[in-house]
Structures are given as C-alpha cells and as structure tokens.
Nanobody, 126 residues
Framework: QVQLVESGGGSVQAGGSLRLSCAASASTYSSVCMGWFRQAPGREREGVAD???????RYSDSVKSRLTISKDNPQNTLYLQMNSLTPEHTAMYYC????????????????????WGQGTQVTVSS
C-alpha cells in the first residue's frame, strides 16, 4: 500500500502562491491515477485536479485557471501549484492515489481512490 505525505500548506494573503507536495512511499505511484482534493469547513471533500499514468491532467471548473497539477516520477512526488489565491481556496488539501492507471470518468470521485494522505492546511486571508 502506498503511503502519501502532503506538505507545503500554510497561510498566505490573497494573490499569493503556494506549492503543495505529496511524497509517495513507492515508485508505483507513477503508474496510477493521482488526485488532489480539498475540504473546507462545513463542506464535503471535493476533487480539484487529477493526473493519470501518462501525465494527462484535469481540473475542476472552479480552479482550472489557478492550479496546476504535476508529478516528478524520479522523486515519487506529486505537486499542486496554486497561484492567485483567494480566501475561497482556504481548505485542507489532500492527495490521493488510485489503484488503476486511468482516472475516473467523473473528476473527484472519492471512492475511486484507495490511498489518502493526512492533508495539509491552506489558509488565504483577504
């Protein structure tokens, strides 16, 4: 089972940037679908981006222009670059790994992902 550890969260002012990292314990992560999710207080966890085994990325409509998902296979690390942040981006961010190469038809399908990190908090102040 792949273990995932997120880092890079923090507190920033609106307009700032953060890069989240997700370190995987095994190189097998590079061959499966990986995703980033977020959960704001009082809201359900939602998918924001995913990337499949060949590096094809997708984004939710709400974050498409501000977030970039990428992965560094030799480093076994998944990234989420976040730019032009607004207070609406405040949430706990989680990375997740599936057991299959391809990502789910519907972005953000939580039950498709079997391994989850512990999350990293992002707080954006106005």
């Amino acid at each position: 089972q792949v273990q995932l550890v997120e880092s890079g969260g923090g507190s920033v002012q609106a307009g700032g940037s953060l890069r989240l990292s997700c370190a995987a314990s095994a190189s097998t992560y590079s061959s499966v679908c990986m995703g980033w999710f977020r959960q704001a207080p009082g809201r359900e966890r939602e998918g924001v981006a995913d990337i499949n085994n060949i590096g094809s990325a997708r984004y939710s409509d709400s974050v498409k222009s501000r977030l970039t998902i990428s992965k560094d296979n030799p480093q076994n690390t998944l990234y989420l670059q976040m730019n032009s942040l607004t207070p609406e981006h405040t949430a706990m961010y989680y990375c997740a790994a599936a057991e299959w190469r391809w990502c789910p038809v519907v972005l953000g399908r939580k039950d498709y992902f079997t391994n989850w990190g512990q999350g990293t908090q992002v707080t954006v102040s106005s």
